[in-house]
Each structure stands twice: as C-alpha cells, then as structure tokens.
C-alpha cells in the first residue's frame, strides 16, 4: 500500500473521510490544475498550498485500506490518481529530468504527510527506475491505465485493449482418474510468511510514523512506553532472528512424520523503502539455510513472496536485461539454493530462471505445481509494460495440468497471492477458467500472504463448489496476530486435505515470560472447531451456508481468521463486518463474493 500511495493514488483519503469536506468536482479539477502546474514549473500557488493543506495525511489513516472506498469516494480518488499521474508521465515525456522529478515526487510525499521524508525517498528513490522504464517503453501508457489496474472499480474501470487477453485450454472432457481406497494418510506442513527483520531490536519502539517498526536507530532514547517484545511484536513489527527458530525447531521436535514442507513465500521484511539486493540476499540465504538445518531429510518445496525481489513487489517479465530492475538474480539464487539443498531435480532450473515456477512429482501419480503468481499482483508496475500473461505462465500451467490429466497425476497448486482481488481482474479470470477445467485433479491449493487464517472456496459455473485453497497464515505476528503454522492430513492416495491443524502462540504470554520458549499449541482443527464430516466439497459447501447464517459458527471463524490474537478481536465489528470476512472465502467467475456481501444478514 504504502508504494501505492507514492505513486500519488491516496491523496484524497482525508477528503473521503472528512465530515466537513464534501466531494465537489469544482475541488477536484482545481487539484488537477494546479497540480500539474506545480509539476510543470514549481510555482507553489495560494490555492496550491491551501489544497496541500487540505489533503494533508492524517498519521491515523497512513494505512487505510483505500480499494474499500465506494461510490462518490471512490469516483473521486480515481480522478485524483488519473489526475497526477497523468501529470508525472507528461512531464517525464516533455523532458524533464529523472531527478526532478525524484525530487518532485519526495516534495510532493512530504507535503502530503503520505510518509515521512526518509521513507518518501527511499521508496521512491527505488521505484522511480522501474517506472520511468516502463513509461520509455510503453508511449501508450496512461494514467486511467494505471488506475483501472490498482482501483479496479466500477467508477475506475481499465479500457485498455492490452488486457482483454485470454489462455487456450483445452475443451477435451476431463478425465477422471481412479484412486485406490487405503488409510494411509500425509503429513504436509505448510509455513508462509516469516518476514524476518535483522533490525529487529527487542524492547526498541514497537510504534513508529514509518510502515515498519521495532527497528534499531527508531528511538535513540528508548523513552517510550510502547516496547518491543522480545519473540514479537503486534504491532508493524516482522519477525526477530530468534523467533524464526523457535518456529521451525518446534516445528521439527513436535511433528515426527512429516512428508512433505511446502513453504509459500515472503522472507524479506516490511522496510520496503531501504531494500537492497546485498540485503535481501543475506536475508534468503539464512533463511534457507536454517530451513534445509532444520527439516534435513524431509523434501521442502518453496516458492517466492510478493516481498523477495528488490524493490518489493517488481517481478521485470525475462525479457528486460537490465539488471538494476529485473529479477534475475533473485530467479538465478533461488534456483542455485532450492536444487543444490536437493528439494528439486535439476529439470525445475528452466522454469525458475524463466519466471521463478516449477513443476515436479514427489512420487508416482502425485504433481506439485509451484507458481510465481505474484506477477498478477497490482502492485508489480510490471503489468503495465506485460499485461498478458507475463512470462507465459498461465499457458505453461495449463498445458502442465493438461500433461498431468494425461498422465492420470493428482495435483497440489502452491501460489503465494490467493486468487482474490490483489491479483489483476484478467490474470485472475483466466486463472479460474483453467481451475474449472482442471479443478477434478486439483486436490488442494496453498496460499499465503494474506496472515490471516483462512480459505478460498472455488465455484465453477454452475455455482457449484469444485475447489479450495487453503491459506497458512504467518509465522509474523504483523500485523496485530498471533504467530502460526498449519498441519495438514492429506490423502495418500486421491491427496485431499482430510483436516488441517492450525498451532500457534499468544503472543502477549510468551513476551510476558521472555526466557522461556513460546508456548505453542494446537489452536484447533477444521473438522472439529465446525463440526463437520469430512472436508469434501459438498460437505464444505453446507459449512459456508451454516457459516453465513449461524452467528456462533460466523464468530468463532471471526476469531480464528485473526488467530486469536486480542488487538485484533477487541476492534469493533457486528455481525454485518463479520459477514464480510465470510463472503472473502468465495472465489468465483460470476462474482458471487459480491452477491454475498449485498445478500441481508
């Protein structure tokens, strides 16, 4: 959120929040006019400065969730963010410099009170290159464009021709495949999301004006009452060093049997405006390392988070060769490290190296298919410049779905991003299509990302449940959760998830008595915390029923979607808010998640 903001799209989140102000379209154009004077000349008019004034960022709304806004808030921040942007990509066009415009942009950020000066520039400092790349390279590049793509709204649609794009799947009737009735069953442990901070500094700052705090160098004097725990913290603090251990050596001293880890991504922390590639790779590195320590023996299959590349989020599509802005030394690291641990077979290093996804099969009948979909999410710039299937990934998924129907292969799908709405409207479109023609080998998919303790439930046409997609939650405590991993039970044979185990700690306890080991415990697991059967489709589908009608059951999947965690809980939310965290779980062509919401209590 915080990129998007520099990029000038939350300058009206005062405005849209403020009792006093209304939304005039007299007070919009005069903030386009004058904007993009003052990016033309500099000239710092009365009206500027009283606009400036105005739209200052109140500290308490720096991290508003800003797609929430509807109707006329939402028709104006879209004018707001053609506005400036448009203004940005003139002057770059018309020859202004690159450090100008840097200048400009941190003057612009500061004056809004979006961040601080230090985080302003850092952030755009680090972004700037990428973007001013992809306005050389695409001279049809718009302001509207950009906005359609991080709004994705009715009153900020993309009319851009570049994204009716689609993938040929195969229209052959599926086939299905038999499975053998046994007993036996997996162990498959899934991590997500550690975000390991090295400045992580135990009772420093835990509250901060920068999008990441508990850091060393925040609070020189350390006079503050709000502290930094020691094993974490819930506020917008990641992980210190000696917790990332705590969690995979209890992992590895607890669970006996584990066939298989699947880690589904982010490593780096938040300071996402003082990344570097030398800091990242330190951060992987040991990382990983630790991971291969801990589990020796038992194969781990991983993939990239959204926050691995240098800056955050940019995943440049194979065919940028400057190496400032592409990706391809995270895609040359990862695949020197996940093979030479011997997770993966030498055949995986292609496709690593061509877009950071790979396929292999653990045994016989079994296929794991690990995808790098953050490059479908709206905050890779890289969309702009590659809209349609950037690096052929969906092709390649769907003819490797396609070989594996063939080859009578059930199939487990790891992708960081859930296909919700952080993913761009088309990418996740024809992600769905090809779930629905593959979905009867598709047993399972794992998710991260999101922290929160929750599920995607696929319908296909018919509005039928035919998927799910499982999501792990985070080994951070970011923001205001207790820190997790899921266990799950899986089929041997057909590989469904039977149940899973979410185990976790309370965070405040373990502070409390921070020279002993967190206490960490089974939270629950599905089948019993709901009271259900089994986990197959038609099972689920009358849990989601129950769920959106029944007010114990929608409050006690309230309470584990935040993990129990009390800053999170304490928060106020009726049974209408809670409803929304229900209709988040559909995932769906026909846009039912919205139907859901509009749906009376």
């Not at 951060?283 to 991983?302: A, E, K, Q």
Request: glycine fraction near 4%.
């Amino acid at each position: 959120m915080l990129l998007y903001k520099l990029v000038f799209l939350v300058v009206l989140v005062k405005v849209a929040h403020s009792d006093e102000i209304t939304h005039q379209d007299a007070t919009l154009s005069s903030f386009s006019n004058e904007l993009d004077l003052w990016m033309r000349t500099g000239i710092e008019t009365q009206e500027f400065r009283r606009l400036i004034a105005m739209l200052s960022f109140p500290r308490d709304l720096r991290r508003v969730d800003w797609r929430s806004l509807t109707g006329e808030r939402s028709a104006n921040i879209c004018v707001i963010c053609q506005s400036a942007l448009n203004a940005v990509i003139n002057i770059y066009r018309n020859g202004t410099s690159v450090d100008e415009i840097r200048s400009k942009g941190i003057k612009f950020c500061v004056l809004l009170n979006i961040e601080t000066e230090e985080v302003c520039n850092g952030t755009i400092t680090l972004n700037l290159p990428t973007i001013l790349h992809i306005i050389d390279a695409r001279p049809d590049l718009t302001g509207s464009t950009i906005c359609g793509i991080l709004l994705e709204s009715d009153s900020c649609p993309l009319n851009d021709t570049r994204f009716e794009w689609s993938v040929d799947i195969n229209r052959d009737p599926p086939k299905l495949i038999d499975a053998d009735e046994v007993d036996e069953t997996l162990n498959i442990i899934q991590i997500t999301d550690i975000h390991y901070d090295p400045n992580y500094e135990p009772y420093g700052k835990s509250q901060c004006d920068q999008p990441i705090c508990c850091r060393k160098g925040q609070n020189s004097t350390n006079t503050s009452d709000k502290v930094a725990g020691y094993w974490g913290d819930y506020n917008y603090c990641d992980s210190p060093w000696h917790a990332v251990v705590d969690l995979l050596d209890h992992i590895r001293d607890t669970h006996r049997n584990i066939s298989y880890v699947y880690f589904t991504g982010d490593i780096v922390d938040h300071g996402v405006w003082e990344t570097s590639i030398e800091g990242n790779v330190e951060i992987l590195n040991r990382s990983y390392g630790y991971i291969h320590d801990t589990f020796r023996n038992v194969p781990v299959y991983p993939i990239l988070g959204n926050h691995e590349p240098h800056p955050v989020n940019q995943f440049a599509p194979i065919d940028v060769t400057n190496d400032e802005i592409n990706a391809k030394w995270l895609y040359s690291m990862m695949a020197d490290l996940w093979i030479n641990f011997g997770w993966l077979p030498e055949s995986t290093r292609s496709t690593i190296l061509s877009g950071g996804y790979y396929t292999v099969s653990p045994k016989r009948g079994f296929r794991i298919i690990a995808l790098n979909n953050n490059v479908c999410y709206i905050y890779n710039w890289w969309l702009w410049y590659q809209p349609e299937d950037p690096d052929g990934q969906l092709r390649w998924l769907e003819k490797t779905l396609w070989q594996a129907e063939k080859d009578s292969e059930f199939v487990h799908i790891l992708a960081h991003v859930p296909a919700g709405n952080e993913c761009q409207k088309t990418w996740r479109r024809e992600y769905l299509k090809i779930v629905n023609r593959y979905a009867h080998i598709i047993q399972a998919q794992f998710n991260g990302h999101t922290h929160n303790d929750e599920l995607l439930l696929y319908y296909d046409d018919d509005t039928r449940i035919n998927n799910v997609a499982w999501n792990g939650g985070s080994a951070t405590a970011f923001t205001n959760l207790n820190p997790n991993y899921k266990l799950y039970t899986v089929h041997s044979t057909n590989y469904m998830v039977t149940d899973f185990e979410t185990w976790m700690y309370n965070l405040s306890l373990a502070n409390e008595n921070a020279t002993q080991r967190p206490l960490w415990y089974k939270s629950y697991s599905f089948k019993a915390e709901y009271d259900i059967p089994h986990l197959s489709y038609n099972s689920l589908s009358d849990w989601f029923l129950r769920l959106k009608n029944d007010d114990d059951l929608l409050n006690r999947y309230y309470r584990n979607f935040f993990k129990l965690a009390e800053p999170s809980l304490k928060r106020e939310c009726d049974s209408k808010c809670k409803r929304t965290y229900a209709c988040r779980i559909i995932a769906s062509l026909k846009d039912e998640a919205t139907r859901c919401i509009a749906e009376k209590y």
